[in-house]
């Protein structure tokens, strides 16, 4: 299975900009996905196809990369921002997620 | 507006069966891809099962974690989508997720918790 491995945890002040990033153990080209998920909540979706944001996703958060080496931007980060951010691949069977990066503000 | 809902989580002992079920709306449930995914309590997500549509037989997929005890089906004139867990073990105590695949992506419902407990 395909390894998806992010940094476990980042803390930020506001207004910010804030990188996390997803390495894949083998490449995905650009099916690769961002998910927040607030304590309590299901994962929602931020970016789909590494680089193309969902539809009423504040423009504050981007996406960019391809093959292995992904990269999930938010600028500037704002208190709400508080969550953690999984990674997800669906270009090798099965789906495989990142271990998350809890994003923690100052 | 896409709805995922899933009930049938709950305490469950060692060793017993128990059957999740997803209600879907707001989207051609017949013609699309559905998982289960997992989470347990303060780890990450984890893939759990895959059933694609009838234009693919049905095809389902399995996590080698959970192959031979989960069955994954559904019912496309109820727009559900059902797993089927036997043998629970401690290890699969997580809230449970249906997710709706699309083109790869998913898109989640709110989950239900299922504790595997003596």
């Known amino acids: 299975d395909t390894v998806l491995t992010q940094s476990p945890a980042l803390a930020v002040s506001p207004g910010e900009r804030v990188t996390i990033s997803c390495r894949a153990s083998?490449?995905?080209?650009?099916?690769m996905h961002w998910y927040q998920q607030k304590p309590g909540q299901q994962p929602t979706l931020l970016i789909y196809?590494?680089?193309n944001l969902e539809s009423g996703v504040p423009a504050r958060f981007s996406g960019s990369g391809s093959g292995t080496d992904f990269t999930l931007t938010i600028d500037p980060v704002e208190a709400d921002d508080t969550a953690t951010y999984y990674c997800?691949?669906?270009?090798?069977?099965?789906?495989?997620f990142g271990g998350g990066t809890k994003l923690e503000l100052k | 507006e896409v709805q995922l809902v899933e009930t049938g989580g709950g305490l469950v002992r060692p060793g017993s069966s128990l059957k999740l079920s997803c209600a879907t709306s707001?989207?051609?449930?017949?013609?699309?891809?559905m998982n289960w995914v997992r989470q347990a309590p303060g780890k990450g997500l984890e893939w759990v099962a895959l059933?694609?549509?009838?234009?693919?037989?049905?095809?389902?997929n399995y996590a080698e974690s959970v192959k031979g005890r989960f069955t994954i089906s559904r019912d496309d004139s109820k727009s559900r989508v059902y797993l089927q867990m036997n043998t629970l073990r401690d290890q699969d105590t997580a809230t449970y997720y249906c997710?709706?695949?699309?083109?790869?992506?998913?898109?989640w419902g709110q989950g239900t918790l299922v504790t595997v407990s003596s």
């Open positions: 083998e490449s995905v080209s650009t099916l």
């Open positions: 059933i694609k549509d009838k234009y693919s037989n049905y095809e389902a």
């Open positions: 707001g989207f051609t449930f017949s013609n699309t891809w």
């Open positions: 997710t709706r695949d699309y083109g790869g992506v998913a898109y």
């Open positions: 997800q691949q669906s270009w090798n069977d099965p789906w495989t």
């Open positions: 196809l590494a680089s």
